[in-house]
């Protein structure tokens, strides 16, 4: 449906704006919310009640339409009342993502400027492809003096935004972090008793229980399937459709990824590219995101996160690469 609504360019923008005033309420009322209670760290992952369950789909939703934020107030066809506009929702928006305390999401906006120097430096697919590789293989060889430098943080989440921060690596005692691993491992063990085609779409919640080990188990632990699912956009769907169902999510992840890197050096300079790029960002956003937590089981992540994926699909149309691609395009749209 995407597609067809936005044949009209303008629509994408509308779109996101659209998505930007509503949130902007639901934002406000979440700091009304919240200064009641001094904005300390323990509401704040129920005051936003009852628009989002918790404040991590909360951050994560922010995190979605703040590459747009920062750009608007500078894209050449944003009209003059709605750059000023834009320059007060970038603020609110701003505070609405800090006081939510969310770690994956601030985690998940520096994730996306790395992205868009990426973008910027016009490094090749396969040279990011070679990076993340060899950051991936020297992770494993240190694996073990990883997890040993990590265990000695002992920040725990708490008020202070600097010690929040420094917990985001406490695999030690932060409760929130160590049941992702019990959701992770229980994913893990999961996938390896039913490893081609899983437990079954939306199961996991109420079939962990069982695989979750004692010495994974936390303060927060549940065997009653309220506690969410697997955390993770990645292991959730290994563990309920097996390893295709994985494949198909990293592949919607790389395909998207390796097509907007070869998408932007084509573009020309303009209001098209710079949607292009952050509707991408927001994507990336929520790439990062999903290694820590999944929400495109909840309509207000999927809607925006399948919008943008269209607005990629369409850029990458309307420039073909080569002369007889153009040529095609056009038999097709006559």
Request: proline share 5%; charged share 15%; hydrophobic share 50%.
């Amino acid at each position: 449906m995407a597609t067809r609504l936005f044949e009209d360019g303008r629509n994408m923008k509308r779109m996101m704006w659209l998505f930007i005033t509503a949130m902007a309420g639901v934002i406000v009322y979440t700091l009304i919310n919240h200064a009641q209670h001094h904005f300390e760290q323990d509401p704040a992952h129920w005051v936003m009640t009852p628009f989002f369950k918790d404040h991590t789909s909360y951050g994560a939703f922010i995190a979605f339409f703040l590459p747009f934020l920062v750009a608007a107030p500078f894209m050449r066809d944003t009209p003059r009342t709605l750059r000023g506009y834009a320059v007060v929702m970038l603020l609110l928006f701003a505070a609405g993502l800090v006081f939510s305390y969310t770690r994956a999401a601030w985690v998940s906006l520096v994730g996306a400027f790395g992205m868009l120097m990426v973008l910027r430096l016009r490094i090749p697919p396969w040279a990011l492809l070679l990076v993340l590789g060899s950051g991936g293989a020297l992770y494993a060889v240190n694996a073990d003096r990883i997890t040993v430098a990590l265990e000695r943080n002992r920040e725990e989440s708490s008020d202070d935004l600097g010690e929040h921060v420094q917990s985001i690596s406490n695999i030690s005692s932060d409760a929130s972090n160590l049941e992702r691993l019990n959701r992770w491992n229980s994913a893990l063990r999961m996938w390896q008793e039913r490893p081609v085609f899983g437990w079954g779409p939306g199961t996991y919640m109420f079939q962990y229980a069982p695989f979750q080990a004692s010495e994974d188990r936390t303060i927060i632990s549940t065997n009653f399937g309220t506690g969410g699912n697997a955390h993770s956009e990645y292991l959730g769907p290994l563990a309920e459709q097996g390893v295709p169902g994985m494949l198909l999510m990293v592949l919607l992840v790389v395909v998207t990824v390796w097509t907007v890197m070869r998408l932007y050096p084509r573009m020309a300079k303009g209001p098209d590219r710079t949607l292009l790029v952050v509707a991408f960002l927001g994507l990336v956003t929520y790439y990062l995101h999903g290694a820590l937590n999944n929400f495109l089981d909840t309509d207000k992540a999927a809607v925006p996160f399948w919008m943008f994926t269209a607005m990629v699909v369409l850029f990458d149309l309307r420039h073909p690469k080569l002369p007889r691609d153009r040529e095609a395009l056009s038999a097709a749209r006559s």
